[in-house]
């Protein structure tokens, strides 16, 4: 028995043979209009094409994965696989258990959409399973439906096991592993009936994988525009809670508070957040993933708000800006503060083609180790290259620990199987789209910082195309440089008066 089996079921009722037949009738016909292509297909197809070149004559399966139970008979929101979203063009939470199967062809792959139709009216699922069911969780597209938004061929979910593994003995069959553990389980099992080696066929899984999160790495003039729409959205979030900044400090869990409205906006224009807010107000800043969010916000201090609308295609902002929250940055803050700033300006002018990804960190963390040794933070005799050498020194990290720079598109921290040679110490090239997000951190209770900076955490964190020579900031109507956030600030909180900062409605 399962474990779902084991539940109790105190949930369905009895139906009757003529609640049943009497449900099947008198529904009016349904809308019989196609969907138009949607405008993500010709460029998913654009990378279906750029995968088939690499594996010629293999058999590809992309799972989007299948529904997790949150509780009992409560799922989780479904997101599909990024592979699956990116292969496809579907986003939002389409389509749980559907799976992209790329068929060899003697010139090349055919696309294939595995997935569950919508069922008819007259069908047991229609009124029966809470789960798919179209009287509990809405209508899914027909095949055809299918066929004419994506612009590939569609079938039954109920044939591609069978379908996949017809001929595994003489096809290479490979499966992206993670996105649907049942049914990688299931291949598993067909592939080694077949005659397959178990850990051949695992490191052919894995290839194919890491392609397709490398294929990733330089984006596509779609995914640049969902990723201007993703950053435009979270501007929009942010000034929201600027709006709402002054009054804070009178709620309890202020910091709550942030993360509600920034998720309230997220959720209104995109499929939500990207990722946990870190809404952290004053000493929180300095837990670099403080998503508890569960602190006051106070008079006088800091907050540290990273947070990124991810849009229904799935791509996401990653944006922090760390804001006064009576308007203004006091002494110490602004030593900071501009400290902040003029290491992330460093790092953005290291982003151009040719560059390597590791130039942008060392670029930032320069002025980092600079500014500590000007302070006096670092130990005795130790200078900006003594604490910058990478076998003896690295003593900044106390205050800055974590890395400038990542990939950011579908995932926000993107591309994530890509080795360290092609990720790290890979070349920048245009079209890749990165964060540079340096900061410091200097914790309440850390006695070897000096007093004024005790329990005040800064980071700032834009999203930064490559460009063919040199790059875009996507996030520059979001001000940065001290005296721009504070106009910035004054601008929203007294909005409706002016347009002239970007301030949004
Ligand atoms: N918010 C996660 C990051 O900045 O990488
Ligand atoms: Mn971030
Ligand atoms: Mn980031």
């Given at each position: 028995?399962?474990?779902?089996?084991?539940?109790?079921?105190?949930?369905?009722?009895?139906?009757?043979?003529?609640l049943?037949?009497?449900?099947?009738q008198?529904?009016?016909?349904?809308?019989?209009?196609?969907?138009?292509?949607?405008?993500?297909?010709?460029?998913?197809?654009a990378?279906?094409?750029?995968?088939?070149?690499?594996?010629?004559?293999?058999?590809?399966?992309?799972?989007?994965?299948?529904?997790?139970?949150?509780?009992?008979?409560?799922d989780?929101?479904?997101r599909?696989?990024?592979?699956?979203?990116?292969?496809?063009?579907?986003?939002?939470?389409?389509?749980?258990?559907?799976?992209?199967?790329?068929?060899?062809?003697?010139?090349?792959?055919?696309?294939?959409?595995?997935?569950?139709?919508?069922?008819?009216?007259?069908?047991?699922?229609?009124f029966?399973?809470?789960?798919f069911g179209?009287?509990?969780?809405?209508?899914?597209?027909?095949?055809d439906?299918?066929?004419?938004?994506?612009?590939?061929?569609?079938?039954?979910?109920?044939?591609?096991?069978?379908?996949?593994?017809?001929?595994?003995?003489?096809?290479?069959?490979?499966?992206?592993?993670?996105?649907?553990?049942?049914?990688?389980?299931?291949?598993?099992?067909r592939?080694?009936?077949?005659?397959?080696?178990?850990?051949?066929?695992?490191?052919?899984?894995?290839?194919?994988?890491h392609?397709?999160?490398?294929?990733?790495?330089?984006k596509?003039e779609?995914e640049?525009?969902?990723?201007?729409?993703?950053?435009?959205?979270?501007?929009i979030?942010?000034?929201?809670?600027i709006r709402?900044?002054?009054?804070?400090?009178?709620k309890?869990?202020?910091?709550r508070?942030?993360?509600?409205?920034?998720?309230?906006?997220a959720?209104?224009?995109?499929?939500?957040?990207?990722?946990d807010?870190?809404?952290?107000?004053?000493?929180?800043?300095?837990?670099?993933?403080?998503?508890?969010?569960?602190?006051?916000?106070?008079?006088?201090?800091?907050?540290?708000?990273?947070?990124?609308?991810e849009?229904?295609?799935?791509?996401?902002?990653?944006i922090?800006?760390?804001?006064?929250?009576?308007?203004?940055?006091?002494?110490?803050?602004?030593?900071?503060?501009?400290?902040?700033?003029?290491?992330?300006q460093?790092?953005i002018?290291?982003?151009?083609p040719?560059?390597?990804?590791?130039?942008?960190?060392?670029?930032?963390i320069r002025?980092?180790?600079?500014?500590?040794?000007?302070?006096?933070?670092?130990p005795?005799?130790?200078?900006?290259?003594?604490?910058?050498?990478?076998?003896?020194?690295?003593?900044?990290?106390?205050?800055?620990?974590?890395?400038?720079?990542?990939?950011?598109?579908?995932?926000?921290h993107?591309?994530a199987?890509?080795?360290?040679?092609?990720?790290?110490e890979?070349?920048?090239?245009?079209?890749?789209?990165?964060?540079?997000?340096?900061?410091?951190?200097?914790?309440?209770?850390?006695?070897?910082?000096?007093?004024?900076?005790?329990?005040?955490?800064?980071?700032?964190?834009?999203?930064?195309?490559?460009?063919?020579?040199?790059?875009?900031?996507?996030?520059?109507?979001?001000?940065?440089?001290?005296?721009?956030?504070?106009?910035?600030?004054?601008?929203?909180?007294?909005?409706?008066?002016?347009?002239?900062?970007?301030?949004?409605?």
């Open positions: 028995m399962s474990e779902e089996q084991k539940l109790a079921d105190n949930r369905t009722r009895e139906t009757t043979d003529e049943r037949e009497f449900i099947r008198g529904w009016a016909d349904r809308h019989t209009g196609r969907p138009e292509l949607a405008l993500a297909a010709p460029y998913a197809a990378r279906r094409a750029a995968l088939s070149a690499r594996f010629r004559g293999d058999r590809l399966v992309i799972p989007a994965g299948g529904l997790k139970v949150r509780s009992n008979d409560c989780y929101v479904f599909p696989h990024t592979a699956f979203a990116y292969l496809t063009g579907l986003g939002a939470d389409r389509e749980p258990d559907a799976v992209l199967v790329l068929e060899p062809t003697p010139t090349g792959h055919e696309a294939i959409l595995y997935f569950r139709p919508r069922a008819p009216r007259d069908s047991d699922e229609f029966d399973s809470p789960r179209e009287f509990w969780v809405g209508a899914r597209p027909s095949i439906d299918i066929e004419a938004e994506l612009g590939l061929t569609a079938r039954h979910l109920d044939d591609v096991l069978d379908d996949v593994t017809k001929d595994a003995a003489a096809t290479l069959v490979r499966v992206v592993r993670d996105a649907d553990r049942a049914l990688t389980a299931d291949l598993d099992q592939r080694t009936a077949e005659g397959r080696d178990a850990a051949a066929t695992e490191e052919a899984d894995d290839a194919l994988a392609t397709i999160s490398l294929a990733r790495m330089v596509d779609h640049v525009a969902q990723m201007r729409e993703a950053i435009e959205a979270t501007r979030g942010f000034e929201a809670v709402e900044l002054s009054g804070l400090a009178e309890e869990r202020g910091e508070w942030i993360e509600g409205i920034f998720g309230l906006h959720r209104h224009q995109g499929n939500g957040v990207g990722y807010s870190i809404c952290a107000a004053g000493d929180h800043a300095n837990t670099l993933h403080w998503i508890r969010n569960t602190g006051d916000v106070t008079e006088g201090d800091l907050v540290l708000l990273d947070a990124g609308v849009v229904d295609s799935l791509y996401t902002a990653d922090t800006r760390t804001l006064p929250v009576d308007g203004t940055f006091s002494d110490a803050q602004s030593e900071i503060y501009d400290a902040v700033y003029a290491a992330q460093a790092g002018d290291a982003v151009r040719g560059a390597t990804f590791s130039d942008i960190h060392a670029a930032a002025v980092i180790a600079e500014h500590l040794h000007a302070w006096g933070l670092l005795e005799g130790i200078d900006v290259e003594a604490t910058l050498d990478k076998e003896h020194g690295q003593y900044h990290r106390r205050w800055m620990v974590h890395g400038t720079s990542h990939h950011l598109g579908l995932d926000v993107d591309c199987l890509a080795s360290r040679e092609e990720y790290r890979g070349t920048l090239a245009a079209g890749m789209i990165l964060t540079v997000e340096p900061g410091l951190y200097f914790k309440a209770d850390d006695q070897l910082a000096p007093q004024r900076f005790r329990g005040i955490g800064i980071r700032i964190e834009d999203d930064v195309l490559v460009t063919q020579d040199g790059h875009e900031v996507l996030s520059a109507r979001m001000p940065r440089a001290r005296p721009d956030v504070e106009a910035w600030i004054r601008a929203v909180q007294g909005a409706g008066s002016t347009g002239a900062s970007g301030v949004s409605g």
